[in-house]
């Protein structure tokens, strides 16, 4: 069937932000859709309010809206592009943008949005959702069609729960309604359990709705990846096993593909039911993913669940199989069927075949507790993971330890002892770390049986780890000198990595690995590299994508082209997240562009950078020294220049830049040694001497007494810090030396070559970032952020607006200056970001006319400098001073959200300086003008978002170490409304009225009744407790009084409870036994009201406020602004200074 | 235990033996399927022939009785990249080196399949000879040049039952109706199907569709085949070339138009003989269970199992008594005819699956259909 002409415009919905259950992979799905209907001619307009993605590039869509994605926002863009083209047929893709995309299209129905504009959904109908996404009829439909599903039922309150639980007996699955991964689901072991569980999970669910069920736990489970055109042809493009048995949310599984332990009768079955079950559910075309449930004993076989679109898993099966999910999906959409469709590997084939897999596919995933002290850290139901690496290899023990060492978690279990009844613990309950335990019981001579029995992994699985035992044990045996060529051939094909060889041969310090890498080229045992095919070698591949393996053949013939290998970011991280895929991806595209061989190497399969179209070739493999010399070497065989890119995959890739330079690799772009001084406390502190750039007084420590007078020294407040992290791992703020005391002890490891950082802690200052393009002479500046909350929250934790709003001409300019000395004096070639401190003590405005002095042409003046982020105390015209806090000589997390407020592709354009390439063949009037890149006439408010939801009982405090996951931008053409629309698509509702409690800090209180006022001024009521509320008295405004959590009821954490509070302004006051802001943040989290920690931020949430009084919604698509700023930029502006 | 793959044109690849000691020869194939090595240890189609398997893991969920598609393996030899010593899987009895080691089949394991899949699919398939006690390599390629080739050898002959049987269910297990594919109905329709290499799940597919099955050997003439009375012949499939088997092809010819036939695998090659076409030899065959199949007269698409190196070739078919109705997308080879006017049609791929998807088990239904119609 050809595609369809009755449609020719296609609003596709995104995701969002990053969170926990909607990564990176919606980024992948949501550009391979955009990409594939514009290529079938379609007008694509694209929804999503995460800037840090790929698909929201200007070039991706023909519109793309970075807006909120809520029913009153996605009506705007509907009505406005309906408006754009009245009679065009207009249709809605939900099914490439997760859980949040589809729930989003179900709203546009009910609301009628859909009916009222003539908007058709495609991909996927209502009905269909509905049916796939409610329980009880998906439950109801799997029995229609003869298929088993566990016992269950749907309550809406806790005595219908208990009556059931205890009808089906215990243990009992509590999921939740309509929500993302998982989350307020939970496992209940008796009726106490149950009742908290359920309470919770009712309170999660948009429809106050929970199922209970039978526990399948211990049961082998499977997914199925099913493609369904709208012929009715139906393959099955992957199946996935889990490691971990059901029990454990997939998406926290190990998981492996295809399936390992299942027969072809029973394989057949599950395929049978598959099919089954997409047919019944009704969805038309495109992806699903089907999970099943098997009896380890008898075989019997239940359906899980459906999703009836494209998900983590089928990103994960797409890179496993070679087969675009997404893409395909976009295509059966409007019409296509499968064999239509050709297959883009073999070319000569269609996409209408079940792809087959010569290698095993191994999926781990990444947590991050150490980032949520107090959270339980152990896995179930509800999605807890940040991340995943994909690891390929032959076979399944070659294809985990690539996986392992491609976590990247620095840590490993092995030498020390482990009490018997721990490891019990270890091995029964799931946990990031039970793989480690279970090796270690194996290697403690627990057998298969043992183990399998506690943990209930599938033996076949617990034997390969029993083999790698055993071929750690042979390896211990034979000493370095004489170790037999097929030991070590043996030990590289199970996946052994050099390091761990270094380790068992108890090689250490530099050189470990190097001594193995030449060991083994005596012995010739060296990777080669095959390819992912989606045939086994059928047909032939077109498309280079690549693993390596200890094989004899090789499949990856280099080429001598001029190339460059660009190194990915790895798993998905708190800190280290989708904005470095977005540069990597960015550099790819500009270096094909401009006639390099571009080769990625990643191991992360929820990326654009993993797909096989976006290098010339992509290895997929993990980022390790070894791998990726390996590459490097392989690639350099026939001669060809090789140049290799460690600045855009954030701190992974800059860990490999000084060794892999040091083995003779080109690293091009700025110098790792530069990277490095930047770095290094000492000498960077020496280079700001010498540029005369201030800096707060700093230390370093490699031991606790050198620490503690290295703090006296500075003078307290400090920030503590482990060298060389990223995200803020394991900061702190110490006020005093106890707590100095107590992280030297506990929180943190250090030695000579690593040492402590130390450094005044710059109270009550306002915080920027600054990224500039340097080709190491001419220098610009994408943008000057000022953050929302003050310093001492991590830059990726704070919402931040660009332009800046109310910073003084001469403190901007003195950025400016300080960022051109810095990228000369670290020759920086490419991106680099400054962090700076601006303490607001001596802190002065010389203009009232915000922002109007600066460079940036301001056409209109209106909603500017009404109000202020910062308030001056200080006004001597010229005072203030610019501290530098840090300086990254790299890609850092804002360049896509500043790329994408500038129109200017940041990472392409440093990609090309890295090549030799000139800033001013891309910027010369910014050069010569010395100017900054421009924003137009709006404000682009940044703010994070953040997973407390998913770890109950977690403080939710901001500081120095990062928390957030993901975030999201809010455009207007006034900071207020700006901020507002962030804050609305980061999920934090504004109120618009209603009361707002107060409680600040002493130092804050000199300050908290101009603040007050602006939301008494708007109508809100006030409440506070007895010190602020004394202050707000004192300035005459009105204010209830209410108790500390400890001081007697109703306290506020009552009212929060009873929703008697819209919104809180809490700026946190360290330890107060009367209290609790935990307790305050915890219920405030629960009970989903807005929690603002600094006034600054308060300020900007009575912006906001005013704006959403306004009642305006307001959408623009990013290529509108772009023309309007480059008209205006190019018009000759009276403003201009 | 060393062993050696030695192929006719002198490729030679070393690995680790399993299974038997000794040697086996054979024309090396390759087959996609990730599931059913069972199934395709035990599938007569493969009398002759050393099977790699491109799913490196081999071995997983062990063997069981039920899942054989005869009474013993076929394969002439195995090799896989890795044969898992252990089996995991509540339907396992039996680990599948053992199964293997018990019919005297020797397995080479740890060798690049992926290198030697691409070499046969560049070069076409070819002898080889795996052996565990001969490290003599120029000796093991004069051995590979020395065994007959797969053109024009009759194998069904050797494969074939000697003597006629009526099918009875075998042992029935415990696992769920699904699993086992299998429906015990009343008897409404006796089929004699010729055995030239005839998989177990094809006589399970027959008798779930309430057929009583007389199972005859290859050579069997027609009029013995019309003797029993039978509302249906059926054709199975089975190893080899088919030209050589002549026998069939007039038994064929006899049997058209006085009995409903349907022919899967070498029953529609010799059936596309028998109706004056000409049969090819494919360069590496089609094995596996992800090939798509395109119904001509619908468009529809079913994923199906292969497992053939012949092909019947379209061109040399009368257009005036023959409809084409199945095509593979991959390569645009027949894979199903129809006669115009005659109760008749053959499939080239399986529909029985075992191994492979069950999207084509339609065409037994159409074939009791075409009996019913036949009946009156």
Partial sequence: MPKRTDISKILILGSGPIIIGQSAEFDYSGTQACKALKAEGYEVVLANSNPATIMTDPEVADRTYIEPLTREYLEEIIRVERELSPGAGFAILPTVGGQTALNLAIELSDSGVL??????????????????????????????????????????????????????????????????????????????????????????????????????????????????????????????????????????????????????????AMRDAAIAVIREIGVETGGSNIQFGVHPHTGRMVVIEMNPRVSRSSALASKATGFPIAKIAAKLAVGYTLDEIPNDITRKTPACFEPTLDYVVVKIPKWQFEKFPGADESLGPQMKSVGEVMAIGRTFKEALMKGVRALDTGKRIGGEKIEPKILTQRLVTPHPERLSYIRYAIRQGHTVKQVAKMTGIDPWFLYQLKEINDMQLEVEKHPIESVPTEVLREAKRMGFSDGRLAGTWRLSGKGDQEKIRHLRKKHKVQPVYKRVDTCAAEFESYTPYLYSTYE???????????????????????????????????????????????????????????????????????????????????????????????????????????????????????SPEYIDLAEDRKRFGKLLDELEIPQAPGAMAASLEEAVAGAAKIGYPVLVRPSYVLGGRAMVIAYDEETVVRYMKEAVEYSQDRPVLIDHFLEDAIEVDVDALSDGEDVVIGGIMQHIEE??????????????????????????????????????????????????????????????????????????????????????????????????????????????????????????????????????????????????????????????????????VLGPEMKSTGEVMGVADNFGEAFAKAQIAAGQKLPTQGCVFVSVTDHDKPHVAEVARKFVDMGFKLVATAGTADVIEGAGMACDRVYKVKEGRPNVVDLIKGDRIQLIVNTPQGPDPFFDEKAIRRAAVTARIPTITTLAAARAAAEGIAALQRGEVNVKALQQLHAEREAISKAPSPRRT | MQAILALEDGRVFRGKGYGAKGECYGEVVFNTSITGYQEIFTDPSYAGQIVVLTNPQIGNYGTNSEDNEATRPYIEGLIVREFSKVSSN???????????????????????????????????????????????????????????????????????????????????????????????????????????GIKQNILRKLRSECCRVTVVPAQTPAEDVLALKPDGVFLSNGPGDPEPCTYAVDNIRRLMGRQPIFGICLGHQLTG?????????????????????????????????????????????????????????NDSTLEGLRHRNLPLFTVQYHPEASPGPHDSHYLFKDFVKMMEEWKG
């Fill in chain 1, 115 to 268: 009916e009222k504009y003539n908007v058709k959904l495609i991909g996927a109908s209502v009905e269909s959702i509905k049916k796939a996404e409610d329980r009880l009829y998906f439950k109801d439909a799997m029995q229609k069609i003869g298929l088993d599903v566990p016992k269950s039922a749907l309550v809406n309150n806790l005595k219908d729960g208990l009556e059931f639980a205890g009808k089906i007996g215990f243990p009992v699955i509590v999921r939740p309604s309509f929500t993302l991964g998982g989350s307020g689901g939970g496992m209940a072991y008796n009726r106490e359990e149950l009742l908290e569980v359920l309470a919770r999970g009712l309170d999660f669910s948009p429809v106050h709705e929970a199922l209970i069920e039978e526990s399948v736990l211990g049961w082998k489970e499977y997914e199925l990846e099913v493609m369904r055109d709208l012929k009715d042809n139906v393959i099955i493009i992957c199946s996935i096993e889990n490691f971990d048995p059901m029990g454990v949310h997939t998406g926290d599984s190990i998981t492996v593909a295809p399936a390992q332990t299942l027969s072809d009768r029973e394989y057949q």
């Fill in chain 1, 552 to 670: 004899e053949e090789d499949e990856a013939a280099p080429t001598d082209k001029k190339k460059v290998i660009i190194l990915g970011s790895g798993p998905n991280r708190i800190g280290q997240g989708i904005e470095f895929d977005y540069c990597c991806c960015h550099a790819s595209f500009a270096l094909r562009e401009d006639g390099y061989e571009t080769i990625m190497i990643n191991c992360n399969p929820e990326t654009v950078s993993t797909d096989y179209d976006t290098s010339d070739r992509l290895y997929f493999e993990p980022l390790t020294f070894e791998d990726v010399w390996a590459i490097y070497e392989h690639e350099s065989a026939a001669g060809a220049e090789v140049g290799v890119i460690v600045q855009f995959g954030g701190q992974t890739p800059l860990n490999l830049a000084l060794p892999l330079k040091k083995s003779g690799v080109k690293i091009i772009g700025t």
């Fill in chain 1, 791 to 956: 310093a001492g929250i991590h830059s990726g934790d704070s919402s931040c607006v660009l332009p800046a709003v109310d910073i003084p001409e001469h403190l901007l300019a003195r950025m400016r200056e300080y960022t051109f000395k810095l990228a000369r004096a670290l020759k920086v070639v490419g991106l680099m970001n400054v962090q700076f401190a601006i303490p607001r003590s001596g802190y002065a405005e010389t203009d009232t006319d915000h922002g109007a002095t600066g460079v940036r042409a301001r056409p209109t003046e209106d909603h500017v400098g009404a109000d202020t982020l910062v308030r001056p105390t200080g006004a001597n015209g010229t005072g203030g001073k610019v501290y530098v806090l840090e300086v990254n000589p790299r890609a850092s997390r804002t360049v896509p959200y500043v790329s994408k407020a500038t129109g200017v592709p940041m990472a392409k354009i440093a990609a090309r300086l890295m090549t030799g390439r000139k800033l001013r063949e891309f910027l010369p009037e910014y050069i010569d003008q010395q100017k900054d890149l421009d924003t137009g006439s709006c404000y682009y408010v940044k703010s994070p978002v953040f997973p407390w939801n998913k770890f109950p009982g977690v403080d939710t």
């Fill in chain 2, 273 to 329: 003989i028998a109706l004056g076409g000409k049969t090819f030899k494919l360069k590496f065959g089609h094995h596996g269970g992800n090939h798509p199949v395109k119904q001509l007269k619908t468009g529809k698409i079913e994923i199906t199992a292969h497992n053939h190196n012949f092909a019947v070739d379209p061109d040399s078919l009368p257009q005036s008594e023959v409809e084409l109705t199945h095509m593979d997308l």
């Fill in chain 2, 90 to 196: 509540w339907r396992s009895q039996q680990v599948a080196e053992e199964y293997l080691e018990q019919f005297k089949i020797p397995v080479l394991a740890e060798i690049d399949t992926r290198a030697l899949v691409r070499h046969l699919r560049d070069n076409g398939v070819m002898r080889g000879v795996v052996s565990t006690i001969e490290s003599d390599v120029e000796k093991l390629v004069a051995k590979a040049n020395s065994i007959p080739k797969m053109d024009g050898t009759d194998l069904a002959k050797v494969v074939t039952t000697n003597r006629p049987y009526v099918w009875e269910v075998g042992e029935r297990s415990h696992e769920p109706i699904e699993i086992v594919g299998f429906k015990d109905e009343p008897e409404r329709f006796h089929v004699v199907a010729y055995d030239f």
